[in-house]
Structures are given as structure tokens and as C-alpha cells.
């Protein structure tokens, strides 16, 4: 077999530069303003940042388009470098705001569907006729099961909102369901309760409170969507836990 030479070697190294410098550079959609890496940056974003820096400018945003593009792009190459190094799984505060955002938008998904039926929002009204009501408050001493420590619940009278926010909703629906007064100590969500007085309030009129009950109709959604989302993420996940933690 006959030795390669070096200007053989250098033919063909020059020819394979020439096919990659032959090949074509990504196209960017329609709606891209840029690709970094790839990696698109919408017009849409642009758009955005051109909004919002002409709100905070007297002469608007002319001429700031390639700056503001600009920015974009270094913002995307900052982004890919952290993921590079990890950061999104190291960093306790950025997972914290990538779950949020990830949280927020499924909420946001929700908010876009068809409004709640004026059925759907009367049933949860007279479900929760509490939750409505002018003046519903309770005072409370609570004790957890397990011995652990207990929600630290003032000795005071509380709107039955608040008791819902340190108690959680079991808990709290037990303790509108008694009637005015005084309650024997009894066992609700986990808590052992003892409800040393309790008011019903004045209840209030569909009409008065539709659109606070829309509200909550709305939010309950966005928790139930948010339930079901990570539900599926958990079906598709492998996860495994230390026996002694499980």
C-alpha cells in the first residue's frame, strides 16, 4: 500500500472544510427575531421588550430595537451557560422560581378555559355558605395527634378565612358545620379541636357575592389542574426513596 502524503491529507481536510462551510445556516421562522445556538427568540418577546422599554422612556423606543435584540441574545447565552453549569438544579432560589413559573402557568391555562356556569357558582355558594357570610368567627385550641407541634393559632376570635389558611379546609369545615357556641373537643383533619366559641355571621345574598365566588370557583380550578399536572408528571417520573423515609 502506498504511504499517504501530507498534501494528500491537506486536500482532503480543505474539501471537508469546504462542505461544512457549504452547509446551510439554520432559516429562522417567520415569527423568529433571532436563533442563538438554536435556540429562537420570538418576535413576540422582542416586541415585548420594545413595549416595555417605550413605557419607561419619554421619546419611546426608537432606535432601540437592535439594542434591545441585542440584550435578548445575551440574555439567551447567560441562560444556556447556567444550565451548562447546572445552576437551575444547584441553585435553591432559581429551582424555587422555575417551579413557581412552571406552577404559574398551569394556573394560567386554567384561567383561560370557559367560565364557571352561573349553576356551577350558586352550587359552590350554597356549598360553603360560610365562606360568604358577614361576621363568621371562631376561637379555637388546638393539639396535633402525633404529638408534633401545633398550628399556632391565636386565643382570639378569628374570621373562619383565617382558621381555613392555619388550619387547612378539612378542619375548617367541621368547625362551620357547628352550631353558635361552645364544642367538645373533636377530631378534625389530623387536629384534635376545641372550639370555645363560634359565630355563624350573617350570611349574604348570591347576588351580593357572585363575583367573590367566582373567584374562589376559579382557584379551586387552577389547584385541581394543578393536582392533576403533577399527578401526571409523577406517573411518567422514576422516582425512589430511601426505605427509611418512605
Excluded at 92 to 112: D, F, N, T, W, Y
Amino acid at each position: 500500500m502506498k504511504p499517504i502524503g501530507l498534501a494528500a491529507i491537506g486536500l482532503g481536510l480543505g474539501l471537508v472544510a469546504f462542505d461544512v462551510a457549504r452547509e446551510p445556516a439554520p432559516r429562522l421562522g417567520a415569527d423568529e427575531a433571532a436563533l442563538v445556538d438554536g435556540r429562537p427568540i420570538a418576535r413576540a418577546e422582542l416586541a415585548a421588550a420594545r413595549a416595555a422599554a417605550a413605557g419607561e422612556r419619554r421619546d419611546g423606543a426608537a432606535g432601540l430595537s437592535g439594542h434591545l435584540l441585542d440584550r435578548l441574545i445575551d440574555e439567551e447565552l447567560l441562560v444556556a451557560h447556567a444550565e451548562a453549569l447546572g445552576l437551575h438544579r444547584r441553585d435553591p432560589q432559581l429551582r424555587a422560581l422555575l417551579g413557581q413559573a412552571a406552577l404559574e402557568l398551569v394556573r394560567a391555562r386554567a384561567a383561560g378555559e370557559p367560565p364557571p356556569s352561573e349553576r356551577e357558582l350558586r352550587a359552590a355558594w350554597a356549598a360553603t355558605p360560610w365562606r360568604w357570610a358577614t361576621g363568621a368567627r371562631a376561637r379555637v385550641a388546638v393539639r396535633r395527634l402525633d404529638g408534633a407541634a401545633a398550628p399556632a393559632v391565636p386565643d382570639a376570635e378569628l374570621p373562619l378565612s383565617s382558621l381555613r389558611t392555619l388550619l387547612g379546609g378539612p378542619a375548617t369545615e367541621a368547625i362551620a358545620a357547628l352550631p353558635d357556641g361552645a364544642a367538645a373537643p373533636f377530631v378534625a383533619g389530623g387536629l384534635e379541636l376545641t372550639v370555645l366559641d363560634k359565630k355563624s355571621g350573617a350570611p349574604r345574598p348570591f347576588e351580593e357575592v357572585r363575583a367573590e365566588v367566582a373567584a374562589e370557583v376559579l382557584r379551586q380550578r387552577g389547584d385541581q389542574r394543578l393536582r392533576e399536572f403533577l399527578a401526571g408528571l409523577r406517573a411518567r417520573a422514576t422516582i425512589r426513596v430511601a426505605a427509611d423515609l418512605k
